[in-house]
Structure formats: C-alpha cells, structure tokens
Nanobody, 121 residues
Framework: QVQLVESGGGLVQAGGSLGLSCAAS????????MAWYRQAPGKQRELVAN???????NYVDSGKGRFTISRDNAKNTVYLQMTSLKPEDTAVYYC???????????????WGKGTLVTVSS
C-alpha cells in the first residue's frame, strides 16, 4: 500500500559527504514519523535518525553533528545528509516510515529495500 524507495548510496572516501533520499508512494493518507536505519555486516539494524511530521528530529549519538535528517511533506520524501563520513558508517541504509494508507484504520510501519553506503579509509 505504501512503497519506499531509497536513492543516493554509493562509495565515498572517509571525510567525504553523501546524501540519501527516500520517496514514499502509493495509497498514502498520511505519513507520520520517517526515519533512517542502517545495518552493518554482522551487526543489528540501528536507528540513525528520525523526524516527526512536525520536524522534530532525533539522532544516534555517533551521527550527531555529522548527519542531518529532513523531510518534504508535500513530496512524501525524507532525506539524510551525511558529512565527515567514517569507515564505520559503512552499512546498508534503510528508509522507514510510519504511515496511514487510504482506507486503513491505523498506521503501519513500512521499509525500503535499502541502499548501500561504503566509506573507504
């Protein structure tokens, strides 16, 4: 009912910057909180940052001061700008959204398929 498609991953050198975007589409009535998660090889998926519909944000400690999450409610899109990237930021980054689809009684959590970010040292 709601699809999330990430874009913007790739290979970057340590210290570099990269921007990710995630567009939601489908039978969308309302999108509440949107977020970025990541999963490194052999590790559990972790929250990187989230943003409420009103623009309140929350970041993982390791991303504070380096990552910026933003969203465009009119475009149903969330962004993640990453700077001063480190090799330990290497992971698959997943978009996440808490959304209400048209005709639904409540919200559900949706995930994108992920985009790989590789930071070389």
């Amino acid at each position: 009912q709601v699809q999330l498609v990430e874009s913007g991953g790739g290979l970057v050198q340590a210290g570099g910057s990269l921007g990710l975007s995630c567009a939601a589409s489908g039978r969308i009535f309302r999108i509440n909180t949107m977020a970025w998660y990541r999963q490194a090889p052999g590790k559990q998926r972790e929250l990187v940052a989230n943003i409420t519909r009103g623009g309140n944000t929350n970041y993982v400690d390791s991303g504070k001061g380096r990552f910026t999450i933003s969203r465009d409610n009119a475009k149903n899109t969330v962004y993640l700008q990453m700077t001063s990237l480190k090799p330990e930021d290497t992971a698959v980054y997943y978009c996440n959204a808490d959304a209400i689809s048209i005709g639904s009684l409540g919200s559900m959590t949706y995930w994108g398929k992920g985009t790989l970010v590789t930071v070389s040292s």
